[in-house]
C-alpha cells in the first residue's frame, strides 16, 4: 500500500483545519462536520451528485451535520483520500473501482476489460445488490465500507500524436492506467507499456511527453483539459468501471438506525443526480472536444481488442473462485441486455 507522503498529508491537514478542528470533527457551531473528497472538478456529475446529497442530509439532520466537499484533490490524490478515509480524518470520499482493488481482491472483478456487453447490462448489474453486495462490504476490515456506485462511462484509448485503430497501434507508447494490477495486466496484453499514475499528474505529464496518451471517458478531454493536448480519442469501449463512494466505518457504525436510513436515501439521491447529469455531460464533452479542442474521435472495430484481453476472464477466474458466482450473475445481465449490432 502506497504510503501518504508527509507534504500531502500536511496539505491535507491544512484544509481540514480550515473547515473545523481536524481530527475532531467539530465545527464551532457544534455541528459534526462530514467531509467528503473528490478529485473532479466542480462542473463534474461526481459534484452535481455530492451536492444534491449534501442538501438533502442537511435537510433532514442538519441540527447534527455540516456536510462539507472538498473537490480537485484538495484533500489529496484518491490513494491519499481512501487512506484518510480509513482513519477518520475525512468522513467519505470517491475513489475509482481500480484503485479500491489494492484494498480489497474482490474489487477486481468490475475492473475486467470487457466485463458488461452494454452500458444497460453494467447499470443493472450495479444496481444488483446480489452482485454489489459481497463486494461492497469486504473492504470492512480495512476501516471503510462502500456505499454507493457512480456512473463514469466507457473507458477509451486517447492519445497526442497516434491515432488507435488496432492493438498494435498501442504497441510501444507509454499509456497512463489507474493504479490497479488488472489495468497493467490489459496494457500487457494489448501490446502498450502501462504507466500507473494519480489522475492529478495525467495533463503535465502528456503536455511534457512523458506519456504517449491516457484512457479515461470524455469528461477527461475537457473537464481536464487532456483534448488540449490529445487529438485521437478512439472508441476501444474497454472498460465500464464505477466510481464508488466509501465511508469510514466507525462513522457508518456510530449512526442510529434512524440516521442511518437518511443516509442511504441521501446515497440514492447522489447515484440518481449523479447519472442523470452523466449523459448530458458526455455529449457536451464530445461537442466541446470536437468543435473546440479539435479533437478526432474514432470507431475502430473493438473484436481484435476484446480478443487481446479474452485471457484475464479466465485468469480472474482461476485466481479468484469465490467471485465465480458473482461473474455469472453479470453473465446473466449480459445475455439480457445485450449490445445492439
Known amino acids: 500500500?502506497?504510503?501518504?507522503?508527509r507534504r500531502s498529508f500536511l496539505a491535507a491537514m491544512a484544509v481540514l483545519a480550515a473547515g473545523g478542528l481536524a481530527g475532531c470533527g467539530a465545527a464551532d457551531n457544534g455541528l459534526q462536520i462530514i467531509r467528503i473528497g473528490h478529485n473532479q472538478s466542480t462542473n463534474h456529475p461526481t459534484h452535481t451528485g455530492l451536492t444534491a446529497f449534501e442538501t438533502y442530509i442537511e435537510e433532514q439532520l442538519g441540527d447534527k451535520y455540516d456536510v462539507q466537499i472538498f473537490p480537485s484533490e484538495l484533500l489529496g490524490s484518491q490513494n491519499e483520500m481512501v487512506q484518510l478515509t480509513q482513519t477518520g480524518a475525512i468522513t467519505f470520499c470517491v475513489a475509482s473501482n481500480s484503485l479500491l482493488e489494492t484494498f480489497s481482491e474482490n474489487y477486481t472483478l468490475f475492473n475486467l476489460p470487457y466485463l458488461f456487453s452494454s452500458a444497460e447490462a453494467y447499470h443493472?448489474?450495479?444496481?444488483?445488490?446480489?452482485?454489489?453486495?459481497?463486494?461492497?462490504?469486504?473492504?470492512?476490515?480495512?476501516?471503510f465500507e462502500a456505499?454507493?456506485?457512480l456512473d463514469a462511462g466507457t473507458r477509451n484509448f486517447y492519445t497526442v500524436k497516434t491515432p488507435i485503430n488496432t492493438p498494435a497501434d498501442l504497441r510501444g507508447l507509454k499509456i497512463r492506467v489507474q493504479q490497479s494490477p488488472t489495468n497493467v495486466r490489459m496494457m500487457e496484453l494489448l501490446g502498450g507499456s502501462a504507466t500507473p499514475m494519480g489522475f492529478g499528474d495525467v495533463y503535465t505529464a502528456l503536455q511534457a511527453q512523458m506519456l504517449d496518451g491516457a484512457e479515461n471517458n470524455e469528461l477527461a478531454l475537457t473537464d481536464n483539459g487532456h483534448g488540449d493536448v490529445c487529438k485521437?480519442?478512439?472508441?476501444?469501449m474497454h472498460q465500464m468501471i464505477p466510481d464508488i463512494l466509501i465511508g469510514n466505518l466507525g462513522f457508518m457504525d456510530g449512526l442510529s438506525e434512524e440516521e442511518r436510513a437518511i443516509f442511504d436515501e441521501g446515497f440514492q439521491i447522489l447515484n440518481q443526480t449523479q447519472r442523470e447529469a452523466w449523459g448530458t455531460a458526455v455529449e457536451e464533452a464530445k461537442d466541446y472536444a470536437q468543435n473546440v479542442q479539435g479533437v478526432n474521435f474514432i470507431y475502430p472495430?473493438?473484436?481484435?481488442?476484446?480478443?487481446?484481453?479474452?485471457?484475464?476472464?479466465?485468469?480472474?477466474?482461476?485466481?479468484?473462485?469465490?467471485?465465480a458466482p458473482i461473474y455469472e450473475l453479470i453473465q446473466a445481465h449480459n445475455a439480457e441486455y445485450a449490445a445492439q449490432a
Not at 232 to 236: A, G, N
Request: hydrophobic share 40%.
Open 301 to 323: 472495430d473493438i473484436a481484435p481488442f476484446q480478443e487481446a484481453v479474452a485471457p484475464m476472464h479466465e485468469e480472474m477466474l482461476e485466481d479468484y473462485p469465490d467471485l
Open 124 to 143: 443493472a448489474s450495479m444496481d444488483d445488490p446480489a452482485i454489489v453486495g459481497p463486494i461492497f462490504e469486504s473492504t470492512k476490515q480495512a476501516g
Open 147 to 149: 456505499v454507493t456506485w
Open 232 to 236: 485521437y480519442y478512439s472508441y476501444t
Open 1 to 5: 500500500m502506497k504510503k501518504i507522503s
